[in-house]
């Protein structure tokens, strides 16, 4: 099945350094979301984007819509331990129910 | 307002054991989702719900069924488990105004299963 890539797979960054991460994608996308995983939870929205070219922030966390509607990033600012985990893409096209996912970063903070 | 939520949390089975996973949402959603996460894979639909009264396969339905039993509850059954279907178990939901600029997805914790 379609997945969507997503890189870097993984990341060891010092804490306060800033953090970008993207998505591509070979279909157009109507809405891309950014989720965050904990270890031992459910993903939970971060950000949520719907028109190409779109940029919108959550606290250090900006996201862009790709202007292509073919990719989407993710910026972390000031990173902090607590920002350590999975975060996710995920893409929707048009004219359907369902939504494809990234693989994942995983994120590691350094102290 | 518990949003997502999922019974069990964990699961330990033997192979060709039946059993049902629970899903209820508060959030008035029309569509639901059942994902698997496995390492490495990221989440992968293996049934949803665009509204009540329908179903449709995702892309790994093979060895699962799921009832929508009303607009709250999607339920997701194995009926002879495999070791292959160990795994996590996400169910979510989504908000009812397709295309809108509030359209997105929100999940439960999750059931991790074993199948022995």
């Known amino acids: 099945g379609q997945q969507l890539n997503q890189s870097p797979q993984s990341m060891f960054i010092q804490e306060g350094e800033d953090v970008s991460m993207n998505c591509t994608s070979s279909?157009?996308?109507?809405?891309w979301l950014w989720y965050k995983q904990d270890p031992g939870e459910g993903p939970v929205l971060l950000i949520a984007?719907?028109?190409?070219?779109e940029l919108t922030s959550n606290g250090r966390l900006t996201a862009q819509f790709g202007t292509t509607r073919k990719d989407s990033f993710l910026n972390i600012s000031a990173s902090i331990p607590s920002d350590v985990g999975i975060y996710f893409c995920?893409?929707?096209?048009?004219?359907?129910?369902?939504?494809?996912f990234g693989t994942g970063t995983r994120l590691k903070v350094l102290a | 307002n518990a949003g997502v939520t999922q019974t069990p949390k964990f699961q330990v089975l033997k192979t060709g054991q039946s059993m049902t996973l629970q899903c209820a949402q508060d959030?008035?959603?029309?569509?639901m989702y059942w994902y698997r996460q496995d390492p490495g894979m990221g989440l992968r639909l293996i049934y949803y719900?665009?509204?009540?009264?329908?179903?449709d396969k995702g892309e790994v339905p093979n060895g699962y069924n799921v009832s929508r039993l009303n607009k709250r509850e999607f339920s997701l059954r194995l009926e002879s488990a495999a070791p292959s279907q160990t795994s996590v178990y996400f169910c979510?939901?989504?908000?009812?105004?397709?295309?809108?600029?509030?359209?997105?997805?929100?999940f439960g914790p999750g059931t991790r299963l074993t199948v022995l």
């Open positions: 979510a939901s989504r908000t009812s105004r397709r295309g809108a600029s509030t359209d997105t997805q929100y």
């Open positions: 984007l719907y028109k190409a070219g």
């Open positions: 959030m008035n959603h029309n569509s």
């Open positions: 719900s665009a509204s009540e009264g329908t179903t």
């Open positions: 995920a893409g929707q096209a048009s004219g359907t129910y369902k939504y494809i």
């Open positions: 279909s157009i996308f109507n809405t």
